[in-house]
């Protein structure tokens, strides 16, 4: 009995002698730093192409090249007969060391740059940009590797006149430009544009720095663009919800474009009536246009067109 008492009062003792434990103190989580920004791609490697009779008939690559050189950039012009061979050494330099790949080419030379685009396809190398300039007939379709394409067109010429589509399925950024009310515009001058080569200077040297514009928000674009109507090299059109108080007139003031431009895109009439909430397809910049016009009408053709 004793020895029982002693041993509970000395349990009790040491209960009490014995501080209550504390809840540990609640750590507030930490956030996760942010991730550092993208770095910019490398400068884009440029490959362009002359039609037939190139060095005669297609001069405006070479100048365009010169311009692209001038701004620092790696771009040779080359003819449309040793395309596939070209083709082998964009893609084994891409794979060397990757850099956004960028496509031109004039009438054989447009049908080149999809016949390059689709030998990288089979490579799984994405092309970051093609322009085709008046594209023979027989060009074929845009393939899911690029990311951009553009084509400048005459529907009515018979030396180009390539009305290029994209494959289906295509979720890239997609603009087609018909010149064919424009009388000035020939098969053979439709390269030689400054204000085109300016255009595409710049467009080449934002490409690796725009932010991304997620595809499945790019809604392709098909102008026939009216006669002696300045041209812009939109990459494609996205959607924008129509407020109250929204015009044509307004909406295409406040996106800096022609409102011939949101009419064809829509299918509607230039003072067509919107309602709030419709959804209304305007032409997107790859990069925010200056504030005067974007292209001069180029040089008048030496002949009739062909």
């Known amino acids: 009995m004793l020895a029982a008492v002693a041993l509970l009062a000395l349990s009790t003792g040491a209960a009490v002698a014995s501080p209550p434990k504390s809840k540990p103190a609640a750590v507030a989580p930490v956030a996760p730093p942010p991730p550092p920004p993208a770095e910019p791609l490398p400068p884009p490697k440029i490959y362009l192409f ?3 009779m190139g060095p005669i008939f297609s001069t405006g690559m070479d100048r365009l090249s010169e311009k692209l050189t ?16 070209i083709g082998d050494r964009a893609i084994t330099s891409y794979k060397e060391s990757p850099a ?3 496509l031109i080419g004039h009438s054989m030379g447009g049908l080149c740059s999809i016949v390059i685009s689709e030998m990288a396809a089979k490579e799984n190398i994405p092309i970051s940009l093609v322009i085709a300039i008046d594209p023979a007939h027989a060009t074929g379709d845009v393939p899911l590797n690029v990311e951009r394409f553009i084509n400048i067109f005459l529907s009515d010429s018979v030396l180009g006149g390539g009305d290029v589509v994209a494959v289906p399925g295509y979720r890239g950024h997609y603009a087609s430009y018909d010149l064919k009310e424009n009388s000035r515009v020939s098969h053979i001058n439709i390269e030689k544009s400054d204000d085109i080569h300016r255009q595409i200077v710049e467009m080449v040297t934002q490409l690796p720095r725009i932010p991304a514009q997620p595809h499945a928000d790019a809604v392709p674009l098909r102008y026939l663009v009216p006669a002696n109507s300045l041209v812009e090299l939109w990459d494609s059109g996205m959607r924008v919800p129509v407020r109250r108080g929204d015009t044509m007139e307004s ?3 406040a996106n800096r474009v022609p409102l011939w431009s949101i009419a064809q895109s829509n299918s509607l009439a230039e003072n067509a ?6 959804s209304i397809i305007v032409p997107r910049h790859l990069t925010p246009p200056e504030p005067t016009a974007a292209m001069a009408a180029p040089p008048p053709a030496p002949a009739g067109r062909k």
Not at 71 to 82: K, L, M, N, Q
């Open 251 to 253: 909406i295409a003031a």
């Open 273 to 278: 009536q919107l309602t709030p909430g419709q």
């Open 100 to 102: 956004p790949i960028v």
């Open 70 to 85: 001038k701004a620092g950039f790696s771009a040779d012009v080359y003819e449309f007969t040793i395309c596939r061979w």
């Open 50 to 52: 002359r039609g037939a």
